[in-house]
């Protein structure tokens, strides 16, 4: 099957921005508003596309990854550690640092699942493809679980419709792989390949998400490309971007049917950002598929 192709000219531009790097973009459905973050830029951002406001949330440190609370605001990761925002009294609270033995390494990307438990990987910031990372496990009580060491760039996490597949993405491993997931104890089995991204090519598999049929929508980082896999590991469509770095995906909208591009300018010589002008925006389009409403972290 021929993959369903959405050239740039499908893209709307939903916010110009200074992504750098924009990432890790959560839809709130109470809210009706897009959550993202500047890593570099230390803060937080805050999208209403029926406005097209854009608040923003400055922090003291790096942020990398949001997931929703439920008692209200945001469980997110710092640079190393845990931590809690209230945008309404821009109150940060942080939490547990799981790797102090590794202070190369810092948190990258971060969901919450159904069951309403945080996970978070880990990289080395120092040398990208270096697998020092790992994958955790932030459980409402406080307790944290390391589940897989050896990472090669923790990026793009996700699970099945049924809850019963977990996906997450190893940049410089250039692959997406799947496990089984037991949604009652958060255990993990049976790591596989899911998807695999030719490191010939240039790009590295960035963040993830998972639409309502089961496909799984992964951004190509360095080539500016999207591509929705279906549960299979085949390529139903295809999305390019007028710029090289996007990052991550999110359904939002209120009908959870337009996919939000997060992008990044990090890194970018002056001629790129030229050539490139509107990278670190967020972009938007309407693939013809809906997501669902991310869950909440109930600690």
Same mark, same amino acid.
């Given at each position: 099957?021929?993959?369903?192709?959405?050239?740039?000219?499908?893209?709307?531009?939903? *916010?110009?921005? !200074?992504?750098?790097?924009?990432?890790?973009?959560?839809?709130?459905?109470?809210? $009706?508003?897009?959550?993202w973050?500047?890593?570099?830029?230390?803060?937080?951002? %805050?999208?209403?596309? =029926?406005?097209?406001?854009?608040?923003?949330?400055?922090?003291? !440190?790096?942020?990398?990854?949001?997931?929703?609370?439920?008692?209200?605001?945001?469980?997110?990761?710092?640079?190393?550690?845990?931590?809690f925002?209230?945008?309404?009294?821009?109150?940060?609270? %942080?939490?547990? =640092?799981?790797?102090?033995?590794?202070?190369?390494?810092?948190?990258?990307?971060?969901?919450?699942?159904?069951?309403?438990? /945080?996970?978070?990987?880990?990289?080395?910031?120092?040398?990208? =493809?270096?697998?020092?990372?790992?994958?955790y %496990?932030?459980?409402?009580d406080?307790?944290?679980?390391?589940? $897989?060491?050896?990472?090669?760039?923790?990026?793009?996490?996700?699970?099945?419709p049924?809850?019963?597949?977990?996906?997450?993405?190893?940049?410089?491993?250039?692959?997406?792989?799947?496990?089984?997931?037991?949604? !009652?104890?958060?255990?993990?089995?049976?790591?596989? *390949?899911? =998807?695999?991204?030719?490191?010939?090519?240039?790009a /590295?598999?960035?963040? *993830?998400?998972?639409?309502?049929?089961?496909?799984?929508w992964?951004?190509?980082?360095?080539?500016?490309?999207?591509? %929705?896999?279906?549960?299979?590991?085949?390529?139903?469509?295809?999305?390019?971007?007028?710029?090289?770095?996007?990052?991550?995906?999110?359904?939002?909208?209120?009908?959870?049917?337009?996919?939000?591009?997060?992008?990044?300018? $990090?890194?970018?010589s002056? !001629?790129?950002?030229?050539?490139?002008?509107l990278?670190?925006? *967020?972009?938007?389009?309407?693939?013809?598929?809906?997501?669902?409403?991310?869950?909440?972290?109930?600690g």
């Amino acid at each position: 099957m021929t993959p369903h192709a959405f050239s740039s000219r499908d893209l709307d531009c939903a *916010l110009r921005a !200074d992504g750098n790097p924009g990432e890790s973009p959560l839809w709130s459905v109470h809210e $009706q508003a897009l959550y993202w973050v500047d890593i570099l830029g230390q803060a937080i951002h %805050r999208f209403h596309p =029926a406005t097209g406001s854009d608040e923003t949330f400055p922090l003291p !440190d790096e942020v990398t990854a949001l997931g929703l609370r439920q008692q209200g605001g945001l469980v997110l990761t710092l640079r190393h550690q845990f931590a809690f925002y209230d945008p309404a009294r821009r109150e940060l609270t %942080r939490g547990a =640092a799981p790797e102090p033995g590794e202070p190369q390494n810092r948190f990258n990307d971060g969901k919450v699942d159904r069951q309403g438990r /945080f996970w978070a990987g880990t990289m080395n910031d120092q040398q990208w =493809a270096a697998p020092t990372g790992a994958l955790y %496990r932030l459980d409402p009580d406080g307790r944290i679980t390391r589940l $897989q060491g050896d990472v090669a760039c923790a990026n793009g996490l996700g699970w099945s419709p049924d809850n019963h597949t977990f996906y997450f993405g190893e940049s410089f491993r250039y692959a997406i792989f799947a496990y089984d997931f037991d949604p !009652d104890t958060g255990h993990l089995a049976n790591r596989r *390949l899911f =998807a695999a991204i030719d490191r010939a090519g240039g790009a /590295f598999p960035d963040g *993830l998400t998972v639409d309502a049929d089961g496909g799984v929508w992964s951004v190509h980082n360095a080539v500016g490309r999207v591509v %929705r896999y279906d549960p299979r590991g085949q390529i139903t469509h295809t999305v390019a971007l007028p710029v090289p770095q996007p990052t991550s995906v999110m359904f939002g909208g209120a009908h959870l049917d337009t996919l939000y591009i997060t992008t990044s300018r $990090q890194n970018m010589s002056p !001629d790129q950002r030229a050539r490139y002008p509107l990278s670190g925006s *967020l972009f938007a389009l309407r693939p013809g598929l809906r997501g669902l409403p991310e869950p909440a972290f109930t600690g």
